[in-house]
């Protein structure tokens, strides 16, 4: 997520090395043939990739997660242990970008079917200003951006670095976006029957509904932003772009990059500035990190608090079970801070 936040290169190699070698070579690119009757070992990355395994996967998927609940994904350190289950595995999900020690782990586990969600939809560029004034997607989320896994195109590989729109960088958040979300959902599926199919039904079906899940909250999103007093929303983590571009909202970033980050005095003037002016009224802090810098910026710019989930992770403190529920939870805020009707 920033310099601190990496794991070096080198550490992840090694231990890589020590994980892999703890175990037995054992064939993964044969394990997913369904034809064993066992239940198909996924690995996901961390929650919103748990969270498309668990529910297109259904009865017929054994999900592990290497990010616990908890845990702030772009801290994850893996264990040799953690590394050999990747090898383990007959499917790998995961969000390149995100994790520099999982892309790394992954990258050398030799699995067949892996599985990049980045590679599934279309990355783009957010600063710590992103407006969606400019931008109606409409439906695009029925797009032709549903490549399946392995064959999936690398055009949005280069850059997906977990910057949050730095020069260069593209936005990985693509799960806050329902509609994104869904595109992903379906080539996930379509994987997932290519590699188990003699369960492809059942997948087709789980994906089915669930992009149906997906439609309602985006419906929901749309219906409940439609008519606020302010489009501006402050967050201390920039992780909110395609949220905003998708329903014309304005994602004003304290820090961008680290939702820990004290910001500067000129940025915290500059927030009170846009605050007055846009008429905002709440600075958002994230679950999984500490609220000390949006307390901070509110009672600097005399603005409220508020908990706006990025969802990469569901703890006991998450507004919901599940991510539709916490995506819920999320309307309800913004709508009480926007305050849209």
Not at 253 to 282: F, L, N, V, W
Request: hydrophobic share 35%; with cysteine; net charge negative.
């Amino acid at each position: 997520m920033n310099v601190r936040r990496l794991i070096p290169t080198t550490a992840v190699a090694g231990a890589v090395v020590l994980g892999l070698t703890a175990l037995s070579a054992c064939s993964t690119s044969d394990a997913a043939d369904g034809g064993n009757g066992d239940k198909l070992k996924v690995t996901a990355s961390f929650y919103p990739m748990q969270f498309l395994a668990e529910k297109i996967g259904g009865e017929h998927v054994a999900v592990t997660s290497l990010t616990k609940p908890g845990v702030e994904p772009h801290d994850l350190e893996l264990t040799p242990r953690q590394i050999g289950s990747i090898s383990e595995s007959d499917y790998v999900l995961y969000l390149k970008g995100i994790q520099p020690a999982v892309d790394d782990a992954i990258k050398q586990s030799g699995v067949k079917n892996t599985v990049d969600a980045a590679t599934l939809t279309t990355l783009e560029n957010h600063g710590s200003e992103v407006s969606g004034h400019d931008h109606d997607h409409g439906d695009e989320g029925e797009g032709e951006h549903g490549h399946e896994g392995e064959e999936a195109h690398e055009e949005h590989s280069e850059g997906d670095g977990h910057n949050h729109g730095e020069e260069g960088g593209a936005d990985p958040h693509i799960w806050l976006d329902p509609v994104k979300y869904a595109e992903v959902a379906k080539a996930v599926g379509k994987s997932l029957e290519k590699a188990d199919p003699d369960h492809a039904a059942d997948y087709k079906k789980n994906t089915d509904a669930l992009v149906a899940e997906l439609g309602e909250l985006n419906t929901a999103y749309e219906t409940g932003l439609k008519n606020p007093a302010t489009r501006t929303f402050i967050t201390t983590h920039s992780a909110f772009g395609y949220l905003a571009e998708r329903y014309g909202l304005t994602q004003q970033g304290i820090a961008g990059i680290d939702p820990e980050a004290e910001p500067s005095p000129a940025r915290i003037q500059e927030i009170h500035t846009i605050a007055e002016k846009e008429k905002a009224t709440t600075v958002f802090f994230e679950t999984l990190a500490s609220d000390k810098t949006a307390k901070t910026l509110a009672k600097d710019t005399g603005l409220k608090t508020g908990v706006l989930d990025p969802l990469e992770g569901i703890t006991e403190k998450s507004q919901g079970a599940d991510y539709i529920e916490v995506m819920e939870s999320n309307l309800a805020a913004l709508q009480k801070a926007l305050g849209a009707k």
